[in-house]
C-alpha cells in the first residue's frame, strides 16, 4: 500500500484544515487508514482511524468533536476534516494503513505496516 499525504498549512487558531491521504495498492478494503501526528520533540500520536467500509470510526479524545475522518471510496482518499484548530494541534500529520486482519482497535502506530510522507500542520495563536 502507498499513501500520499497532504493538505497542511498554516492557520489560525479556531481556523480549519482539511488533510487528504491518497491511498493506492493492495487491497485497501482490507485495511484501517489513520492518521497520527508528531510534534517536535514529542511521540507519534493517534488522532483517528477509519475503515475502509466507513462502518467504523474511532478518536483520539483530545480531538473527539473537533476532527471528522471521511473516505471516499471512487477517489481512493481519506479525508481529515480538522476544526476549531488549537495551538497544541501543530504536529507533522501522517496517514498510515493497518491490516483489518492483525488488529481490531488500531490506536498504536505498531499497528500501522505502511505509512505515508507527513504533511505539517501550524496552528498559530
Known amino acids: 500500500v502507498q499513501l500520499q499525504a497532504s493538505g497542511g498549512g498554516l492557520v489560525q487558531a479556531g481556523g480549519s484544515l482539511r488533510l487528504s491521504c491518497v491511498a493506492s495498492g493492495s487491497t485497501l478494503s482490507r485495511y484501517y487508514v489513520g492518521w497520527f501526528r508528531q510534534a517536535p520533540g514529542k511521540e507519534r500520536e493517534f488522532v483517528t482511524f477509519i475503515s475502509w467500509s466507513g462502518s467504523i470510526t474511532y478518536y483520539a479524545d483530545s480531538v473527539k468533536g473537533r476532527f471528522t475522518i471521511s473516505r471516499e471510496i471512487a477517489k481512493n482518499t481519506v479525508y481529515l476534516q480538522m476544526s476549531n484548530l488549537k495551538p497544541e494541534d501543530t504536529a507533522v500529520y501522517y496517514c498510515?494503513?493497518?491490516?483489518?486482519?492483525?488488529?481490531?482497535?488500531?490506536?498504536?502506530?505498531?499497528?500501522?505496516?505502511?505509512w505515508g510522507q507527513g504533511t505539517q500542520v501550524t496552528v498559530s495563536s
Open positions: 498510515a494503513a493497518a491490516d483489518r486482519a492483525r488488529v481490531s482497535i488500531a490506536i498504536m502506530a505498531k499497528d500501522y505496516a505502511y
